[in-house]
């Protein structure tokens, strides 16, 4: 079955210095969505990359899908305190009819410090 | 977007007993979703709850364990049976949004801690 790997699964930094965490699929995907989950909380959506090569920007954060459609990073530039949590990436396999099939990746769980 | 009303927050309990754990909508959605994230971990799917029919469930999952009710387009429930301390989890029940073009959009309910003893 499809797979979704995701590195690093910890990431400390400090504040003020650029994250990034990355995102592979086994399979060619349709399109791949990045959720966020602070602390105690539940998953967040953040976007939807459908293009292959797409990139989009929200303020800080800098989502990338590769070119084959099998890979996708999301970097945060100047982290801060509020960037904490967990960073799921997840994929929809091309092809994939049944809704609500995306694989998540395993997360990376993002700590800043002041 | 959608709002997601999920109850109980945490629960304790004992081996062998059973929880059911509730999703309210505020929209009607076609498809409701069970997920169940263990500690430290991924979230994985459990089944697909439709009104009407009977819930497909994932590799690994079967309904007697997590037997689904689905009775109009804004509720579902799950019910953990039979539980062991390796259910102790969290559930998360989750639709696509409603309005939106954007397919697999998925909004969260704020989760069922599960702690079994």
């Known amino acids: 079955g499809q797979q979704v790997m995701q590195i690093p699964q910890y990431q400390h930094v400090q504040e003020g210095e650029d994250f990034t965490t990355y995102c592979n699929s086994s399979?060619?995907?349709?399109?791949i969505q990045w959720y966020k989950q602070r602390p105690g909380g539940h998953p967040v959506f953040l976007i939807q990359?459908?293009?292959?090569?797409e990139v989009k920007k929200q303020k800080r954060l800098t989502f990338q899908f590769g070119e084959a459609k099998k890979n996708s990073s999301l970097h945060i530039t100047a982290t801060q305190t509020t960037d904490v949590g967990t960073y799921f990436c997840?994929?929809?396999?091309?092809?994939?009819?049944?809704?609500?099939?995306?694989?998540f990746g395993q997360g990376t769980i993002l700590t800043v410090h002041p | 977007s959608a709002v997601i009303s999920q109850k109980p927050s945490r629960d304790i309990c004992q081996r062998g007993t059973s929880l059911t754990i509730q999703c309210q909508v505020d929209?009607?959605?076609?498809?409701m979703f069970w997920y169940r994230q263990q500690p430290g971990q991924s979230l994985t799917l459990i089944a697909t709850?439709?009104?009407?029919?009977?819930?497909?469930?994932e590799s690994g999952f079967v309904i007697d364990k997590f037997p689904i009710s689905r009775p109009n387009l804004t509720f579902s429930t799950l019910t953990v049976s039979n539980m062991s301390p390796e259910d102790s989890s969290i559930y998360l029940c989750?639709?696509?949004?409603?309005?939106?073009?954007?397919?697999?959009?998925?909004?969260f309910g704020s989760g069922t801690q599960l702690s079994v003893l």
């Open positions: 989750s639709v696509e949004d409603p309005h939106t073009s954007i397919n697999e959009k998925l909004f």
């Open positions: 399979t060619t995907l349709s399109n």
């Open positions: 990359l459908v293009k292959s090569g």
């Open positions: 997840a994929g929809l396999a091309a092809g994939g009819t049944s809704y609500g099939k995306l694989t």
């Open positions: 929209s009607q959605v076609t498809m």
């Open positions: 709850a439709n009104q009407g029919s009977e819930a497909t469930y």
